[in-house]
């Protein structure tokens, strides 16, 4: 028989999925790693287990402790998932600029859900500062931290990077992926740099993020915004980030993520989110820049009914002249 035995043993190897129409149109293999099919619905399932895991390690975290964490939601629906499956309870801090989804899943799977006003990370009424300060008021909780916790980057070393090496029979020649903590392109990358130098990896940006600068030039600038994708972009360099082996980065706007979203929707029958569409888009350019005969993988981090209130509802896009058909 082959059974899973619990939740956590369903977080990972998800399959490898090819995007028919860009790599058709490119020449290139443009595979997407299937985020979307993890127990807990995201990429962020990974990050998730691996810093819980690492924090009952350290002993940190025990039999009646609480899980506490800042995010723009699918940390948070990971933790509060794999709080359940556990025996703990989770309190989670979030921007007031996600969508209204994401809070009711949040509430829903039984996390205390604190929506605080959306503020820059050197305030200190920023979200990640306040669930710190919080966890550390409390006796047997801690503090999951994935923006500075490297536990984050650590799970994409050891599952995501492995699982796409398999996958592709070690013939990948370049991975592309958005940044929003930065675990998933420095994990990967860092794993897969180690298999073959030459594998060339790139970040996806989204507008007003200071990612893009920083990778061309050294220097963390932010650029122009605002852009509607959720869980992407930062305006600094985290822990997770710092060091990564990534060769060089690309700019998607809003308008092309639309494009991508609404495509492989309506064409080829996924629905997934913004950062998905920032980076299919973004290894399409690669493809381009690249020429035929690559294989370039990429992330499909979540899927499309968590921003049914933006991305999938056309007043919403029509106010920010965003065209769907575009
Ligand atoms: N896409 C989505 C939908 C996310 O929620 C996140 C995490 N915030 C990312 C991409 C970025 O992943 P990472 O934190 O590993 O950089």
């Not at 794999?82 to 039984?110: H, W």
């Not at 300060?133 to 500075?148: C, E, I, K, S």
């Not at 820049?289 to 009914?305: A, E, F, K, N, R």
């Amino acid at each position: 028989m082959q059974v899973l035995n619990d939740f956590i043993s369903a977080v990972g190897n998800t399959p490898l999925i090819r995007m028919n129409r860009l790599s058709d149109e490119t020449g290139c293999e443009i595979l997407g790693k299937a985020e979307f099919l993890n127990p807990g619905g995201s990429v962020k399932d990974r990050a998730a287990l691996w810093m819980i895991r690492e924090h009952e390690k350290s002993g940190a975290l025990s039999p009646g402790g609480t899980v506490v964490e800042g995010t723009a939601g699918n940390t948070g629906i990971g933790i509060a998932h794999i709080c359940n499956a556990r025996g703990y309870p989770c309190v989670i801090y979030m921007p007031d600029n996600q969508s209204q989804e994401k809070v009711d899943i949040l509430r829903t799977l039984g996390a205390e859900v604190r929506v605080v006003p959306t503020v820059p990370y050197r305030d200190d009424a920023n979200y990640q500062k306040q669930a710190g300060r919080y966890a550390d008021t409390l006796p047997n909780g801690v503090w999951a931290n994935q923006f500075d916790n490297t536990a984050n980057r650590l799970a994409h070393v050891e599952s995501t990077g492995p699982e796409i090496w398999q996958q592709t029979d070690g013939t990948i020649d370049a991975f592309v992926s958005s940044v929003g903590t930065g675990g998933t392109l420095a994990g990967v990358s860092m794993f897969l740099k180690d298999q073959n130098p030459n594998v060339r990896t790139v970040l996806a940006d989204c507008m007003g993020s200071a990612l893009f600068n920083y990778v061309r030039t050294g220097d963390a600038t932010m650029s122009e915004g605002p852009s509607m994708t959720e869980g992407i972009g930062n305006s600094r360099v985290t822990d997770n980030f710092a060091g990564a082996p990534v060769d060089d980065a690309y700019q998607v706007t809003d308008q092309e993520m639309v494009t991508v979203v609404y495509q492989l929707l309506r064409e080829e029958g996924w629905f997934l989110g913004s950062s998905t569409g920032i980076n299919v888009a973004a290894a399409a350019k690669l493809a381009r820049d690249m020429g035929p005969g690559q294989t370039i993988v990429t992330m499909l981090c979540d899927g499309g009914s968590k921003y049914q209130s933006r991305l999938f509802n056309l007043e919403f896009l029509r106010e920010r002249d965003l065209n769907p058909d575009a």
